[in-house]
């Protein structure tokens, strides 16, 4: 008997709820997450009692895709954090720069 991947798709549910709680999104973003962990969630429920045939290949295929998914979420993570980072050097960059050339204006 096979079995979805319990773990897995707790873990896509968790990450899910995670990035509809994270403020660097926007509100629509947050929803659609929000939204697709409740789906996630509930699937999880199901899955906990679940069994398949071995021969049901979709199982094989959801579980791949939730793993995938899970890789998905925390690249997607990282990559906001790093656009966050990005966007504050670029900040601290700027204002280093206007500071300077308030200093090469007044030289003159």
């Keep these: 008997m096979k079995k ?3 773990e897995q798709l707790a873990g896509a549910a ?3 709820f995670s990035m509809a709680r994270d403020g660097r999104l926007t509100t629509v973003q947050q929803t659609n997450m929000l939204t697709q962990g409740m789906r996630l969630r509930a699937s999880l429920i199901s899955a906990l009692s679940a ?3 071995d021969s049901v290949k979709q199982v094989d295929e959801a ?3 939730l793993a995938d ?3 998905w979420l925390t690249e997607t993570n ?3 954090t ?6 504050k050097q ?3 960059t700027a204002s280093l720069v206007e500071k300077l050339l308030k200093k090469a204006v007044s030289v003159l």
């Design 4 to 6: 979805i991947d319990t």
């Design 63 to 65: 579980n791949q895709q």
């Design 51 to 53: 069994e398949f045939a």
């Design 90 to 92: 670029a900040t601290t």
């Design 78 to 80: 990282t990559a906001i």
């Design 82 to 87: 790093k656009i966050a980072d990005t966007i």
């Design 14 to 16: 968790q990450k899910s």
């Design 69 to 71: 998914l899970n890789t």
